[in-house]
């Protein structure tokens, strides 16, 4: 037994405060790897089994051979405090640089690394594609590192469910480290295809060590039920029928305000978490959970990688997600610690079109690439995001998405050359699209939505159908499922009453139409988006009161019928009903208001004015044509981004004189981002009318 | 082992950061110490990677200047390397080390061991073997330099030469730009912000079409220091085969002392651009510069026009300098 051995185990034996603990399979063979060989490391093993020990432990053996720090990718989800303890109890010294920190903690964190007294840093992979992060933080420490970790290492792989761009840049630095760097990487989720690619990424001379995925307590099932209400109202009642705490996970963040609206007006302990809530209240979430205060988070996948909590009772999914290994890597965070957990897979009709949108925005499209590095190239020096916005007719996320995957691709088409406020310029090389991979990576991704159907429908083995999706052996039934042991699974019924309310529940949902109180952050930008109207650049008397919209675009219930009567130039009549009724019944405006008008069309010219027509006849108010349109624009719903919005409304309309008195309803078919609304409502009042109360049919915004 | 020996010479020999390290790089005698010492113990630099103490324990510098902890600490910046490589790539950079073959022949000759151990750049390799008519001055041109500079930069394109220059501003530039505005070829050797360059709009198009090459000996991220300004003079008389100076002060400057230095050393016929009020060129004239005038106008507009080779075949015979491939002192392979 050699005195590194002796030592290692020594530091395991104090972490657990076991005397006579041991390492498990693989687990000593991983260090020395790393510690006496300078080797690299491929290591595949579920939740729990001991990753962070190994890296963990060969960071101290490292640093007690006096070598320079470990440097640790990781995607931070776990309270920052957690990991830091985690590493202490191996007497690792941990900072933390990520961008929830503040600059001057990362600073620290930096200081810290250079007079040595910290052993390992976690930074967290968007990091690296920030250029003033590399140079000013980064780079200083790299003079010394002596260990370099990637965890969640799958995230690399094209051919893996979760390839990020911020993990492309980890793959380009891999390509340039030298042998003699020390590099191990982790995943609990890989087939055999993403650790064959992992590998080759690698290099040479890779250890591997994979262990068995699936896990032994977890109890499968899965129930299609085509209707959301059918969910919501199988959700209700079977909740609390589950012990213990967990997760449910939804394709998007609308569809997790509904479950959680819904579940919480059942009495529900439960609380929304996506990536847009506000760090500070994602951890309180985190750890509410964790602590077992809550019953559950409705979750978007942003509850993802990094979050452990061993005793997860059960991972529900309301919708199903894109791909297996997908589906595994969110369900089989459930049952680490515990001998029993459930892992429910509900499915719907949407499903199919909401896998199938995110497969289609999954690359930026040809034209806008193309346009941005025209832009670029003809720009002599740099160019920021707005400027860029600016000139092309595009969604400023769209642009923004575009511009972060031609930053990683490798060569790139373009860097960023100065910090702040960022810039890009156009390199040397020639570039096209790698239509290739886009293909095949597509083509991938629509393999796997399809496998993911077909499991589904099987009639075998869940569990079998997943260790073979993730190439685990599994060559026995587990027993567990609802296949091998119906009679103990979760029952599929709901009560009738429970669907009724919920349907009512998702009729109920109101959209609001918030306000816009400026036109531009200054005078300047106000006047460059409206030169003929020059609306002050901040509306206040000018800005409409909140408005509302009945339902969304093509949505079950009123959306679908709105969807069609747009695509008939006709409305039902029974949305005239329902209207009246949401007006009447569910929103009282802060005053009556005594008349109606409506957004005037070329195209359509009796669609919307009908529509209000009745409408208004309905309330019993009057109806007036109050606004004209003056002068032909393009369709505002072709307008992708704010500049292009408002100058395509810009002198378009105009208003009659002597309006009536009192509060007015503006109506029109659709609300996008707003302008539409904003603008007219400007206008009535700077005629002179009373408050604006804007309505909509439909709403199509993607971000209401 | 190619791949490990390229990342052990940039390891040894490089900076990654504009901060100061604990330990500087080698400099281009103490890595040419270093690297003759390797090969006569028949190590190549790449076993550095695997085998790093047992050469340290061997190795002991008889200027006491490259320590064991010294290579330990810059051997241990893989991360710090590869974090630089990813980002210079992107820019479109390569290195070219002297074991490569396209690494210029004409810097192992006249430098031997002491040849920067890496060259880094953009643009076509192939020029930077390719010789040609060096055209250097001062970065603060008057109109009648300009015009000067820009109709002979022109001419020698005309007639097939290459024009190699330093890729300041001022006369390098013009030169360049001017012949690259033909059609011609250029070669620039920069002493600073190589990176910069790479990005800028006034240079993309050319090196995308293949008729620009722009190298450095030093940090591509490095800003202006008049060291480096002074010391690459020399590589850009080493990599042309005629030397064309257009202005400069006796006594003071870049352009002064490297023409200055080329004389002494003989490498390249000089010439001087006249007429001239200069003091430098008037004392190279005298050091042994040859004066070059504008050729008319009609020689000018001339397309088959040989007026500037004619010029330096006059040259040929009372120089040392051949257009044939240069001798190596050591053979190729074995310098790395």
Same mark, same amino acid.
């Given at each position: 037994?050699?005195?590194?051995? $002796?030592?290692?185990?020594?530091?395991? +034996?104090?972490?657990?405060?076991?005397?006579?603990?041991?390492?498990?399979?693989?687990?000593?063979?991983?260090?020395?790897?790393?510690?006496?060989?300078?080797?690299?490391?491929?290591?595949?093993?579920?939740?729990?089994?001991?990753?962070?020990?190994?890296?963990?432990?060969? /960071?101290?053996?490292?640093?007690?051979?006096?070598?320079?720090?470990?440097?640790?990718?990781? !995607?931070?989800?776990?309270?920052?405090?957690?990991?830091?303890?985690?590493?202490?109890?191996? %007497?690792?010294?941990?900072?933390?640089?990520?961008?929830?920190?503040?600059?001057?903690?990362?600073?620290?964190?930096?200081?810290?690394?250079?007079?040595?007294?910290?052993?390992?840093?976690?930074?967290?992979?968007?990091?690296?594609?920030?250029?003033?992060?590399?140079?000013?933080?980064?780079?200083?420490?790299?003079?010394?590192?002596?260990?370099?970790?990637?965890?969640?290492?799958?995230?690399?792989?094209?051919?893996?469910?979760?390839?990020?761009?911020?993990?492309?840049?980890?793959?380009?630095?891999?390509?340039?480290?030298?042998?003699?760097?020390?590099?191990?990487?982790?995943?609990?989720?890989?087939?055999?295809?993403?650790?064959?690619?992992?590998?080759?990424?690698?290099?040479?001379?890779?250890?591997?060590?994979?262990?068995?995925?699936?896990?032994?307590?977890?109890?499968?099932?899965?129930?299609?039920?085509?209707?959301?209400?059918?969910?919501?109202?199988?959700?209700?009642?079977?909740?609390?029928?589950?012990?213990?705490?967990?997760?449910?996970?939804?394709?998007?963040?609308?569809?997790?305000?509904?479950?959680?609206? *819904?579940?919480?007006?059942?009495?529900?302990?439960?609380?929304?978490?996506?990536?847009?809530?506000?760090?500070?209240?994602?951890?309180?979430?985190?750890?509410?959970?964790?602590?077992?205060?809550?019953?559950?988070?409705?979750?978007?996948?942003?509850?993802?990688?990094?979050?452990?909590?061993?005793?997860?009772?059960?991972?529900?999914?309301?919708?199903?997600?894109?791909?297996?290994?997908? #589906?595994?890597?969110?369900?089989?965070?459930?049952? +680490?610690?515990?001998?029993?957990?459930?892992?429910?897979?509900?499915?719907?009709?949407?499903?199919?079109?909401?896998?199938?949108?995110?497969?289609?925005?999954?690359?930026?499209?040809?034209?806008?690439?193309?346009?941005?590095?025209?832009?670029?190239?003809?720009?002599?020096?740099?160019?920021?995001?707005?400027?860029?916005?600016?000139?092309?007719?595009?969604?400023?996320?769209?642009?923004?998405?575009?511009?972060?995957?031609?930053?990683?691709?490798?060569?790139?088409?373009?860097?960023?050359?100065?910090?702040?406020?960022?810039?890009?310029?156009?390199?040397?090389?020639?570039?096209?699209?790698?239509?290739? /991979?886009?293909?095949?990576?597509?083509?991938?991704?629509?393999?796997?939505?399809?496998?993911?159907? #077909?499991?589904?429908?099987?009639?075998?083995?869940?569990?079998?159908?997943?260790?073979?999706?993730?190439?685990?052996? @599994?060559?026995?039934?587990?027993?567990?499922?609802?296949?091998?042991?119906?009679?103990?699974?979760?029952?599929?019924?709901?009560?009738?009453?429970?669907?009724?309310?919920?349907?009512?529940?998702?009729?109920?949902?109101?959209?609001?139409?918030?306000?816009?109180?400026?036109?531009?952050?200054?005078?300047?930008?106000?006047?460059?988006?409206? !030169?003929?109207? $020059?609306?002050?650049?901040?509306?206040?008397?000018?800005?409409?009161?909140?408005?509302?919209? @009945?339902?969304?675009?093509?949505?079950?219930?009123?959306?679908?019928?709105?969807?069609?009567?747009?695509?008939?130039?006709?409305?039902?009549?029974?949305?005239?009903?329902?209207?009246?009724?949401?007006?009447?019944?569910?929103?009282?405006?802060?005053?009556?208001?005594?008349?109606?008008?409506?957004?005037?069309?070329?195209?359509?010219?009796?669609?919307?004015?009908?529509?209000?027509?009745?409408?208004?006849?309905?309330?019993?108010?009057?109806?007036?044509?109050?606004?004209?349109?003056?002068?032909?624009?393009?369709?505002?719903?072709?307008?992708?981004?704010?500049?292009?919005?408002?100058?395509?409304?810009?002198?378009?309309?105009?208003?009659?004189?002597?309006?009536?008195?009192?509060?007015?309803?503006?109506?029109?078919?659709?609300?996008?981002?707003? *302008?539409?609304?904003?603008?007219?409502?400007?206008?009535?009042?700077?005629?002179?009318?009373?408050?604006?109360?804007?309505?909509?049919?439909?709403?199509?915004?993607?971000?209401? | 082992?190619?791949?490990?020996?390229?990342?052990?010479?940039?390891?040894?020999?490089?900076?990654?950061?504009?901060?100061?390290?604990?330990?500087?790089?080698?400099?281009?005698?103490?890595? %040419? $110490?270093?690297?003759?010492?390797?090969?006569?113990?028949?190590?190549?630099?790449?076993? @550095?990677?695997?085998?790093?103490?047992?050469?340290?324990?061997? *190795?002991?510098? !008889?200027?006491?200047?490259?320590?064991?902890? +010294?290579?330990?600490?810059?051997?241990?910046?893989?991360?710090?390397?590869?974090?630089?490589?990813?980002?210079?790539q992107s820019a479109g950079i390569w290195t070219l080390m002297r074991f490569d073959a396209d690494y210029p022949k004409q810097l192992k000759k006249h430098f031997g061991q002491n040849a920067p151990a890496v060259l880094y750049g953009v643009g076509d390799k192939g020029l930077i073997s390719k010789g040609g008519l060096s055209i250097i001055g001062s970065r603060h041109v008057d109109e009648d330099d300009r015009e000067y500079t820009e109709k002979i930069a022109k001419q020698a394109a005309l007639e097939g030469f290459n024009v190699v220059s330093g890729g300041a501003k001022g006369v390098d530039e013009t030169a360049m730009l001017a012949a690259l505005e033909i059609d011609g070829t250029a070669l620039g050797i920069m002493s600073n912000?190589?990176?910069?360059?790479?990005?800028?709009?006034?240079?993309?198009?050319?090196?995308?079409?293949?008729?620009?090459? @722009?190298?450095?000996? #030093?940090?591509?991220?490095?800003?202006?220091?008049?060291?480096?300004?002074?010391? +690459?003079?020399?590589?850009?008389?080493?990599?042309?085969?005629?030397?064309?100076?257009? $202005?400069?002060?006796? %006594?003071?400057?870049?352009?002064?002392?490297?023409?200055?230095?080329?004389?002494?050393?003989? *490498?390249?016929?000089?010439?001087?651009?006249?007429?001239?009020?200069?003091?430098?060129?008037?004392?190279?004239?005298?050091?042994?510069?040859?004066?070059?005038?504008?050729?008319?106008?009609?020689?000018?507009?001339?397309?088959?026009?040989?007026?500037?080779?004619?010029?330096?075949?006059?040259?040929?015979?009372?120089?040392?300098?051949?257009?044939?491939?240069?001798?190596?002192?050591?053979?190729?392979?074995?310098?790395?």
């Amino acid at each position: 037994m050699n005195s590194v051995y $002796r030592r290692g185990i020594e530091i395991l +034996r104090q972490s657990l405060g076991d005397s006579n603990a041991a390492f498990h399979e693989h687990q000593w063979e991983s260090i020395s790897t790393l510690v006496e060989d300078s080797g690299r490391l491929l290591v595949v093993q579920r939740t729990g089994w001991g990753k962070s020990a190994v890296y963990f432990i060969a /960071t101290k053996l490292l640093r007690e051979r006096g070598q320079g720090p470990a440097v640790i990718i990781s !995607p931070l989800l776990a309270l920052m405090r957690n990991q830091i303890d985690s590493a202490a109890r191996y %007497g690792v010294r941990l900072g933390t640089m990520n961008s929830s920190n503040s600059q001057a903690e990362n600073e620290h964190t930096k200081v810290a690394t250079l007079n040595d007294s910290l052993d390992a840093i976690i930074i967290s992979p968007e990091q690296l594609s920030k250029p003033d992060f590399i140079e000013t933080v980064l780079k200083p420490i790299a003079d010394r590192v002596g260990l370099f970790v990637i965890d969640e290492v799958h995230c690399i792989s094209d051919w893996g469910h979760d390839f990020r761009p911020d993990y492309k840049r980890i793959k380009n630095i891999i390509s340039f480290l030298p042998k003699n760097l020390p590099i191990i990487a982790t995943t609990a989720t890989a087939n055999s295809r993403v650790m064959d690619d992992v590998c080759t990424q690698l290099g040479q001379n890779v250890n591997i060590y994979r262990g068995k995925l699936t896990r032994d307590s977890l109890h499968l099932q899965s129930i299609f039920f085509p209707q959301r209400s059918q969910r919501l109202a199988w959700l209700a009642d079977r909740l609390p029928e589950i012990d213990g705490t967990g997760i449910i996970y939804t394709a998007t963040v609308k569809d997790g305000e509904k479950v959680t609206g *819904w579940l919480q007006s059942r009495g529900l302990n439960v609380e929304q978490y996506h990536g847009g809530t506000d760090k500070r209240e994602r951890e309180a979430l985190e750890k509410r959970l964790l602590n077992n205060e809550i019953k559950a988070l409705v979750a978007t996948s942003a509850l993802g990688m990094g979050y452990d909590k061993p005793d997860l009772s059960f991972v529900i999914h309301y919708q199903s997600p894109g791909s297996v290994v997908s #589906y595994y890597q969110q369900v089989g965070r459930a049952g +680490r610690g515990i001998p029993k957990a459930h892992g429910i897979l509900l499915s719907g009709s949407e499903d199919d079109d909401i896998q199938r949108y995110f497969i289609s925005q999954a690359f930026p499209n040809e034209k806008l690439v193309n346009d941005i590095l025209e832009v670029l190239e003809e720009a002599d020096d740099g160019l920021q995001e707005k400027d860029i916005t600016r000139m092309i007719n595009a969604r400023p996320t769209k642009i923004k998405a575009a511009i972060k995957f031609l930053l990683a691709e490798s060569p790139a088409p373009i860097v960023i050359t100065q910090q702040r406020p960022i810039a890009y310029n156009r390199t040397l090389i020639n570039y096209q699209l790698p239509y290739e /991979t886009i293909q095949r990576l597509s083509s991938i991704k629509e393999r796997e939505w399809k496998v993911m159907q #077909y499991y589904l429908t099987i009639d075998s083995c869940l569990m079998q159908k997943l260790a073979h999706e993730l190439d685990d052996d @599994l060559s026995e039934p587990c027993g567990k499922c609802e296949i091998c042991d119906p009679e103990h699974s979760l029952p599929q019924g709901y009560e009738h009453t429970t669907a009724v309310a919920a349907s009512e529940y998702l009729e109920n949902i109101f959209i609001d139409i918030p306000p816009k109180k400026q036109v531009g952050n200054g005078h300047a930008q106000a006047h460059s988006r409206f !030169p003929n109207y $020059r609306f002050p650049y901040r509306f206040g008397e000018l800005q409409h009161e909140v408005g509302r919209a @009945l339902c969304r675009w093509g949505e079950a219930g009123w959306g679908e019928i709105a969807k069609q009567g747009k695509a008939d130039n006709q409305f039902d009549k029974r949305l005239v009903a329902a209207s009246a009724k949401m007006i009447k019944k569910r929103w009282e405006p802060g005053q009556q208001p005594t008349w109606m008008t409506y957004v005037p069309s070329n195209m359509h010219p009796k669609l919307v004015a009908e529509f209000a027509e009745s409408l208004a006849e309905k309330l019993g108010i009057s109806y007036v044509h109050a606004v004209l349109k003056v002068r032909e624009n393009a369709p505002q719903k072709d307008m992708e981004n704010t500049d292009f919005r408002c100058q395509n409304l810009d002198g378009v309309f105009d208003i009659i004189d002597d309006l009536p008195e009192g509060p007015v309803f503006l109506v029109d078919d659709a609300y996008d981002s707003g *302008w539409t609304f904003a603008v007219i409502s400007a206008l009535l009042r700077q005629k002179g009318s009373g408050p604006v109360y804007p309505f909509a049919i439909m709403s199509t915004s993607t971000s209401a | 082992m190619i791949e490990e020996n390229r990342q052990a010479v940039l390891l040894l020999t490089s900076r990654f950061s504009s901060k100061n390290g604990v330990f500087d790089p080698l400099t281009p005698t103490e890595y %040419g $110490r270093f690297a003759l010492w390797l090969h006569e113990n028949n190590y190549q630099p790449g076993t @550095l990677l695997s085998q790093s103490d047992e050469i340290a324990e061997k *190795w002991l510098d !008889p200027k006491n200047k490259i320590t064991t902890e +010294r290579l330990q600490y810059l051997l241990g910046r893989g991360l710090a390397m590869s974090l630089a490589l990813e980002k210079w790539q992107s820019a479109g950079i390569w290195t070219l080390m002297r074991f490569d073959a396209d690494y210029p022949k004409q810097l192992k000759k006249h430098f031997g061991q002491n040849a920067p151990a890496v060259l880094y750049g953009v643009g076509d390799k192939g020029l930077i073997s390719k010789g040609g008519l060096s055209i250097i001055g001062s970065r603060h041109v008057d109109e009648d330099d300009r015009e000067y500079t820009e109709k002979i930069a022109k001419q020698a394109a005309l007639e097939g030469f290459n024009v190699v220059s330093g890729g300041a501003k001022g006369v390098d530039e013009t030169a360049m730009l001017a012949a690259l505005e033909i059609d011609g070829t250029a070669l620039g050797i920069m002493s600073n912000d190589l990176f910069r360059a790479a990005l800028s709009g006034k240079w993309r198009k050319h090196i995308r079409q293949n008729n620009l090459a @722009l190298i450095s000996p #030093y940090y591509p991220e490095a800003g202006f220091n008049t060291g480096n300004a002074m010391g +690459r003079n020399k590589y850009i008389y080493c990599l042309s085969n005629y030397a064309l100076a257009v $202005r400069s002060e006796e %006594g003071k400057g870049g352009t002064w002392s490297g023409a200055k230095e080329n004389l002494k050393k003989e *490498w390249i016929p000089l010439f001087v651009k006249s007429p001239s009020d200069a003091t430098g060129n008037k004392a190279l004239l005298e050091m042994g510069a040859q004066s070059l005038n504008l050729p008319s106008e009609e020689i000018q507009n001339n397309p088959q026009a040989e007026w500037l080779i004619e010029k330096l075949k006059a040259l040929k015979s009372d120089s040392n300098v051949s257009d044939t491939e240069p001798k190596i002192i050591n053979e190729q392979m074995e310098l790395f």
